[in-house]
């Protein structure tokens, strides 16, 4: 069952500009990730934040958590023609540590 | 270099045949994990593996087995009870639970 799920479904930005989209989820969770994937290839990991935490930053990447409104956002700041991919929030619940896929944000980045 | 191999890149299955997808780790991670995507979808769990020699079904097991016999590798069969194969595969694997899962870059299965 789909867990998350992201907003928007796409996305297309100028180079130099900031792409947010946004990942709800329905049940109470342990962690969330995001993961990129580039066209045609796997997924690779971008972060985790835990259910105690409501923000964390890695580089160009700050991504935010509210408990209480079940609910996440990825930004990339100052976007490059290499961040076009499609981003995906998982989570795993309470009880049970399979991680849920969302269906994913295709975000384009235009030079 | 660490990471994750699957081959092939393609594969193509004909009518009533069983094909195996392999998935080889060099990282030395407990759990592996297989997935299927569809356009547009997110990643659907077929099967996963904690431990050597042990597996859990997924969300979607029906028409597919695998095995794990060694750390390094977990193949998935895709069986000809799957009536609908086409789809992209991704394997994955983790030093544990809830830990960030490491991909593969995936099997494109199609339907001759």
């Known amino acids: 069952s789909q867990q998350g799920e992201e907003d928007p479904q796409a996305l297309s930005i100028q180079e130099g500009e900031n792409a947010t989209m946004n990942c709800s989820y329905k049940?109470?969770?342990?962690?969330l990730q995001w993961y990129r994937q580039n066209s045609g290839r796997g997924l690779v990991h971008l972060i985790l934040?835990?259910?105690?935490?409501r923000e964390k930053h890695s580089g160009r990447l700050r991504v935010t958590l509210d408990t209480s409104k079940k609910s996440s956002s990825l930004l990339i700041t100052a976007s490059r023609a290499a961040d076009t991919a499609s981003y995906f929030c998982?989570?795993?619940?309470?009880?049970?540590?399979?991680?849920?896929f969302g269906a994913g944000t295709t975000v384009t980045v235009r030079a | 270099d660490g990471g994750i191999t699957q081959s092939p890149k393609y594969l193509f299955r004909k009518e009533g045949q069983n094909v195996t997808l392999s998935c080889e780790q060099n990282?030395?991670?407990?759990?592996m994990y297989w997935y299927r995507q569809d356009p547009g979808q997110g990643l659907r769990l077929i099967y996963y593996?904690?431990?050597?020699?042990?597996?859990q079904k997924g969300d979607i097991a029906e028409g597919y087995s695998v095995s794990r016999e060694k750390k390094e590798s977990f193949p998935l069969t895709v069986t000809s009870a799957q009536k609908n194969p086409t789809a992209f595969y991704l394997c994955?694997?983790?030093?544990?639970?809830?830990?960030?899962?490491?991909f593969g870059d995936g099997t494109r299965l199609s339907i001759l």
């Open positions: 994955a694997s983790s030093i544990g639970e809830r830990q960030p899962q490491h």
């Open positions: 049940t109470s969770i342990n962690n």
């Open positions: 934040i835990r259910s105690n935490e």
């Open positions: 998982a989570t795993d619940v309470l009880r049970d540590y399979k991680l849920s």
């Open positions: 990282l030395n991670h407990d759990a």
């Open positions: 593996s904690q431990i050597v020699n042990d597996f």
